[in-house]
T-cell receptor, first 115, second 114 residues
Framework: SAVISQKPSRDICQRGTSLTIQCQVD?????MFWYRQQPGQSLTLIAT?????????ESGFVIDKFPISRPNLTFSTLTVSNMSPEDSSIYLC????????????FGPGTRLTVL | AQSVTQLDSQVPVFEEAPVELRCNYS??????LFWYVQYPNQGLQLLLK??????LVKGINGFEAEFNKSQTSFHLRKPSVHISDTAEYFC????????????FGTGTQLKVEL
């Protein structure tokens, strides 16, 4: 398994501002993902963070709103840009290695509240 | 596209009673199946997974699940729950050969009462 940390663990932000969330894993992994969990809802995949290239976004999510970086195999960031109250969610990073199946390990999440 | 349905949003149960959390999926191809647990204010933890082979899989904390292909179900069970099992439980699938994307169900809140 992998040990994953996220920073910050929670934040309260004003609308119109941006927040960058960091995800750090204790070993090299091929796959890193970002999920959103809105209040009382399930997890929705935002994008796959690709090392050395642009992230792959799911339908309904765009790079201008959720820019992602992945400079190496152990670190990624997700920025929530120009925030509105609708962006209030838990944002989770997950990691895994490419293979016949991908067992993903999840970070503790970042709880974001936008006022 | 695949989808995952968890029929019960909340399941209250008394301590030491058995519990079953239901999960059905739809997919035109074979899938891998997972159950994750999320304790309050924490990330997700893998409970168990079905990849192939025996349809009855055992996981951590005394949980088990049975894959039923004909009914496209993967229900989670525990014969005797503990107060510490109170958490949100998510069923999820990955398409075989279709990449590594997890599709989650809407979750079931298990509340164990004394």
């Amino acid at each position: 398994s992998a040990v994953i940390s996220q920073k910050p663990s929670r934040d309260i932000c004003q609308r119109g501002t941006s927040l960058t969330i960091q995800c750090q894993v204790d070993s090299q992994v091929t796959m890193m993902f970002w999920y959103r969990q809105q209040p009382g809802q399930s997890l929705t995949l935002i994008a796959t963070a690709n090392q050395g290239s642009e992230a792959t976004y799911e339908s309904g999510f765009v790079i201008d709103k959720f820019p992602i970086s992945r400079p190496n195999l152990t670190f990624s960031t997700l920025t929530v840009s120009n925030m509105s109250p609708e962006d209030s969610s838990i944002y989770l990073c997950s990691v895994g290695n490419r293979g016949a199946y991908n067992e993903q390990f999840f970070g503790p999440g970042t709880r974001l509240t936008v006022l | 596209a695949q989808s995952v349905t968890q029929l019960d949003s909340q399941v209250p149960v008394f301590e030491e009673a058995p519990v079953e959390l239901r999960c059905n999926y739809s997919s035109s191809v074979s899938v891998y199946l997972f159950w994750y647990v999320q304790y309050p204010n924490q990330g997700l933890q893998l409970l168990l997974k079905y990849l192939s082979g025996s349809t009855l899989v055992k996981g951590i904390n005394g949980f088990e699940a049975e894959f039923n292909k004909s009914q496209t179900s993967f229900h989670l069970r525990k014969p005797s729950v503990h107060i510490s099992d109170t958490a949100e439980y998510f069923c999820a699938v990955i398409l075989t050969g279709g990449g590594n994307k997890l599709t989650f169900g809407t979750g079931t809140q298990l509340k164990v009462e004394l």
